[in-house]
């Protein structure tokens, strides 16, 4: 599979996912905007056949090289970021989740997820788009799940798909900066990601970041009980340029922190 195949599949699953996301992207560019895109993002489960070690491979096949790695303590949480030689792909962020750190009910009932999965089926990067690999856990187990950890219970309904796409706001012409992107954004009507503040990071860290809080959607769950529950969000982030000129590719742990909550419920 080529890159641009790749991106396309990525975006046709995400789309689906996250209506919003087209409909801002449409909004952009009816300003005359071209959307060019910074990165998008995936979670994992650690200890499983689709663990961090064993995706990222199909990313090195398409070119992607590791950049930085990222920890969240609190979330339990590794992460890695890549970079493609070609400077026009955007950047990917991949988490997983340190299943081992978690509770002993949790942990089983991530294990009774991830035993599903056929090791032989993840074979190339189409996994990236693949979704779940398991049931759908019922409404309860959800529930269990979400109590502990958010990032659980959003990967056990949603499985492997991007997590968001990011427009990158260094790229646009007429919004320049955050607060303009996210005062269209809000004109819009979406909902944007309030923790710590609108705006994650600052130009003294070389990038600034805020995103939507996730469409929501009806889910049907394994016990046959249908909720309406956060899905995927959009991104918009500022590079800024290093001391040496060159553009900041990395992320900022502080603001990924935060930017991990656009999947949580809307109160
Ligand atoms: C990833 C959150 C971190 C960023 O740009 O810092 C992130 C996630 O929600 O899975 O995307
Ligand atoms: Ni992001």
């Given at each position: 599979?080529?890159?641009?195949?790749?991106?396309?599949?990525?975006?046709?699953?995400?789309?689906?996912?996250?209506?919003?996301?087209?409909?801002?992207?449409?909004?952009?560019?009816?300003?005359?905007?071209?959307?060019?895109?910074d990165?998008?993002?995936?979670?994992?489960?650690?200890?499983?056949?689709?663990?961090?070690?064993?995706?990222?491979?199909?990313?090195?096949?398409?070119?992607?090289?590791?950049?930085e790695?990222?920890?969240?303590?609190?979330?339990?949480?590794?992460?890695?970021?890549?970079?493609?030689?070609?400077?026009?792909?955007?950047?990917?962020?991949?988490?997983?989740?340190?299943?081992?750190?978690?509770?002993?009910?949790?942990?089983?009932?991530?294990?009774?997820?991830?035993?599903?999965?056929?090791?032989?089926s993840?074979?190339?990067?189409?996994?990236?788009?693949?979704?779940?690999?398991?049931?759908?856990?019922?409404?309860?187990?959800?529930?269990?799940?979400?109590?502990?950890?958010?990032?659980?219970?959003?990967?056990?309904?949603?499985?492997?798909?991007?997590?968001?796409?990011?427009?990158?706001?260094?790229?646009?012409?007429?919004?320049?900066?955050?607060?303009?992107?996210?005062?269209?954004?809000?004109?819009?009507?979406?909902?944007?990601?309030?923790?710590?503040?609108?705006?994650k990071?600052?130009?003294?860290?070389?990038?600034?970041?805020?995103?939507?809080?996730?469409?929501?959607?009806?889910?049907?769950?394994?016990?046959?009980?249908?909720?309406?529950?956060?899905?995927?969000?959009?991104?918009?982030?500022?590079?800024?340029?290093?001391?040496?000129?060159?553009?900041?590719?990395?992320?900022?742990?502080?603001?990924?922190?935060?930017?991990f909550?656009?999947?949580?419920?809307?109160?």
């Open positions: 599979m080529n890159i641009t195949e790749f991106f396309a599949n990525l975006w046709n699953d995400y789309v689906r996912m996250t209506p919003q996301a087209d409909a801002i992207q449409q909004a952009f560019q009816q300003r005359g905007e071209q959307v060019i895109n990165h998008v993002a995936f979670r994992t489960f650690k200890h499983s056949a689709v663990e961090l070690e064993r995706i990222e491979p199909f990313l090195f096949d398409l070119g992607y090289q590791r950049n790695q990222y920890h969240f303590s609190a979330k339990k949480l590794n992460a890695w970021s890549y970079i493609h030689q070609d400077e026009n792909q955007p950047l990917i962020f991949l988490s997983e989740l340190l299943t081992d750190q978690l509770s002993a009910p949790t942990q089983a009932i991530i294990r009774s997820l991830t035993e599903q999965i056929d090791p032989g993840i074979t190339d990067a189409s996994v990236f788009y693949s979704g779940r690999h398991w049931q759908c856990p019922d409404y309860q187990t959800y529930q269990s799940l979400l109590a502990e950890s958010e990032y659980a219970a959003w990967l056990s309904v949603f499985g492997l798909r991007a997590n968001h796409f990011t427009v990158a706001v260094h790229k646009l012409h007429s919004l320049k900066t955050l607060p303009e992107v996210n005062e269209f954004v809000e004109s819009l009507d979406y909902e944007l990601n309030t923790t710590g503040s609108k705006i990071g600052s130009p003294e860290v070389f990038l600034e970041q805020s995103s939507t809080m996730a469409s929501h959607q009806d889910v049907t769950f394994g016990d046959g009980s249908t909720y309406q529950i956060p899905t995927c969000f959009y991104e918009f982030a500022r590079r800024y340029s290093l001391p040496d000129g060159s553009l900041f590719k990395g992320f900022v742990e502080a603001n990924a922190d935060k930017i909550d656009s999947t949580n419920a809307r109160r």
